[in-house]
């Protein structure tokens, strides 16, 4: 099992004035393991293929993400940050698995 050591990103839409709302990102640095390692290449319209990670990490959670794996929207994993695309809450770990590549706010 690998290890892994990154920034985890959380997105949540807070109101910013009347009637406006914007995306708020939040960072913060875990520890845990890299438990899956699937690579996958989709045939799309663009001139190259898209990579696709199916990748489990564990992360040991902190109370700040036991309480907002709700808003886990990326995982910057090897320079790239990834989509979560779901998150399986195991205390005191969640399991992160990942996608394409993430293109949001960061």
């Known amino acids: 099992m690998a290890r892994f050591s990154g920034k985890v990103g959380y997105v949540e839409t807070v109101k ?3 009637g406006k709302w914007t995306e708020q990102v ?6 845990g393991d890299v438990t899956r390692a699937v690579r996958r290449l989709e045939n799309g319209q663009d001139i190259n293929d898209n990579v696709t990670v199916s990748n ?3 992360i040991v959670a902190d ?3 036991q ?3 709700f808003a886990i929207r990326y995982v910057e994993w090897q320079g790239v ?3 979560v695309t779901n998150v399986e809450v195991l ?3 969640l399991i992160l698995t990942l996608g394409g590549m993430y293109h949001g706010n960061t």
């Open 63 to 65: 109370p700040y993400a």
């Open 26 to 31: 939040t960072e913060r640095n875990y520890f």
């Open 81 to 83: 940050q990834w989509k």
């Open 91 to 93: 205390y005191p770990r």
């Open 56 to 58: 489990e990490i564990s």
């Open 16 to 18: 910013t004035g009347p």
């Open 67 to 69: 309480t907002h794996f």
